[in-house]
């Protein structure tokens, strides 16, 4: 099962003008990224999202968004919305808008730094 080219260009449409924003075709379908950072990606299953591990549980409480695995492992601060979700127009932004949040925020500070 391919990509869905409908979920493609939504994301396309909800990432215009977000700051040195890529694309590159991987894992089947098209990843779109900020600076190269990973934020989101159209694939077989739907929307994958880099949310964060501080949203993480508010994206999983959305209806039709699951965690993120990958050959039986949950992949922390990632998110996968099914059809239902990417489709709302309400969840998919809410979805796009955190993993955009979580990929231009500061980097943590260190101690001592």
């Known amino acids: ?10 994301l396309r449409e909800a ?10 075709r991987m894992f089947g379908g098209v990843v779109f990224t900020i600076d190269g950072a990973m934020v989101c990606a159209a694939i077989a299953p739907g929307l994958m999202a880099r949310v964060g591990k501080a949203a993480e549980a508010e994206m999983l409480a959305l209806p039709d968004v699951r965690p993120m695995g990958s050959g039986g492992r949950r992949m922390g601060g990632w998110v996968l919305a ?23 925020a500061p980097p943590p500070k260190t101690a001592g730094g």
Do not use: C, Q, T, Y
């Open 1 to 10: 099962m391919a990509w869905n080219p409908e979920l493609e260009r939504l």
């Open 82 to 104: 099914g059809e239902d979700a990417w489709r709302d127009d309400v969840i998919r932004r809410r979805v796009v808008s955190a993993a955009v949040a979580h990929v231009l």
């Open 15 to 24: 990432l215009e003008g977000v700051p040195w924003l890529g694309e590159k």
